[in-house]
């Protein structure tokens, strides 16, 4: 922000810049000059004033923010447990066949069991699926 600041004193005609400025702080009295000339930005102070007086619609913007907030955080919770999940998965799928290598190897399964860590059914299971598919 205060490169964005900066950047504003060479070049003040810069609409993005003049936001920046006002978002930075909006009770600034370059912020004041600037409404002068932008009527965007005159209009956002006028409605960032009112909803600043009014508590139920102050409170209103904060239920607001939160909302996305919380949703964002659900989509990010999701993201992140899918991946562990898909992980989780693909360890599993990686160990049925090393299983199957294993067994094709003629290794008892209780060697198979005890090398993946799966289980008897796990594996028996695996093999009867493998043998559907063909």
Do not use: H
């Amino acid at each position: 922000m205060s490169k964005a600041i900066r950047e504003y004193e060479n070049n003040k005609q810069d609409k993005v810049l003049q936001w920046m400025m006002f978002l930075d702080n909006p009770e600034n009295k370059e912020v004041a000059e600037i409404m002068e000339e932008n009527e965007d930005i005159k209009e956002a102070k006028e409605e960032l004033d009112k909803i600043s007086q009014d508590d139920l619609l102050r409170r209103m913007a904060l239920k607001a923010d939160l909302a996305k907030r919380d949703q964002e955080q659900c989509m990010y919770e999701a993201e992140r447990d899918g991946r562990e999940q898909g992980k989780k998965e693909g360890e599993k799928k990686a160990k049925l066949e090393d299983a199957k290598k294993m067994l094709e190897e003629e290794i008892t399964l209780e060697q198979v069991m005890r090398i993946t860590g799966l289980t008897k059914e796990e594996i028996m299971e695996d093999m009867k699926v493998s043998k559907n598919e063909k």
